[in-house]
């Protein structure tokens, strides 16, 4: 958050925000402390400290603070959360909590794996569908 802090006077109401993975846990850690609400915040297979998850143990620094639901809400107009069926990395079942917590709908793809190259996803087309009547 201290690194965080130096970009903080950048955000405003037009900042849309996209985290992806251990990113997407950080976002939330973020949103919770602004004081303006963004336009949207985008989470892409983000760890929740639920099992199971490859790394457990080293996301569990940011995956086990409370998160504080009622602030992350109000201060971002539009969520989105991305998860994939097989996601090798992150259970689903964390893209499933964190769309409840947030009272929306999960995006599940089937065959996205952690929405990286290594599980061959170079290209998100679902991500810039939601993204550009943002913009």
């Known amino acids: 958050m201290k690194v965080f802090a130096r970009y903080e006077k950048l955000v405003d109401s037009k900042t849309i925000f996209i985290g992806h993975s251990l990113g997407g846990?950080?976002?939330?850690?973020?949103?919770?402390?602004?004081?303006?609400?963004?336009?949207?915040?985008?989470?892409i297979a983000p760890?929740?400290?639920?099992?199971?998850?490859?790394?457990?143990k080293t996301d569990l620094p940011f995956t086990r603070a409370p998160y504080r639901w009622s602030r992350i809400k109000m201060h971002?107009?539009?969520?989105?959360?991305?998860?994939?069926?097989d996601d090798t990395f992150i259970s689903v079942k964390n893209g499933?909590?964190?769309?409840?917590?947030?009272?929306?709908k999960l995006h599940l793809?089937?065959?996205?794996?952690?929405?990286?190259?290594?599980?061959?996803?170079?290209?998100?087309?679902?991500?810039?569908?939601?993204?550009?009547p943002l913009l």
């Open 25 to 43: 846990t950080f976002l939330l850690s973020v949103l919770a402390q602004l004081s303006c609400r963004v336009r949207a915040a985008f989470f």
């Open 109 to 132: 793809e089937k065959t996205a794996g952690h929405f990286n190259a290594i599980a061959g996803y170079k290209k998100f087309d679902m991500l810039l569908k939601k993204l550009r």
């Open 76 to 85: 971002c107009r539009k969520f989105y959360v991305f998860h994939s069926e």
């Open 47 to 56: 760890p929740l400290g639920i099992l199971p998850t490859k790394f457990y």
């Open 96 to 104: 499933r909590k964190l769309a409840k917590s947030l009272g929306i």
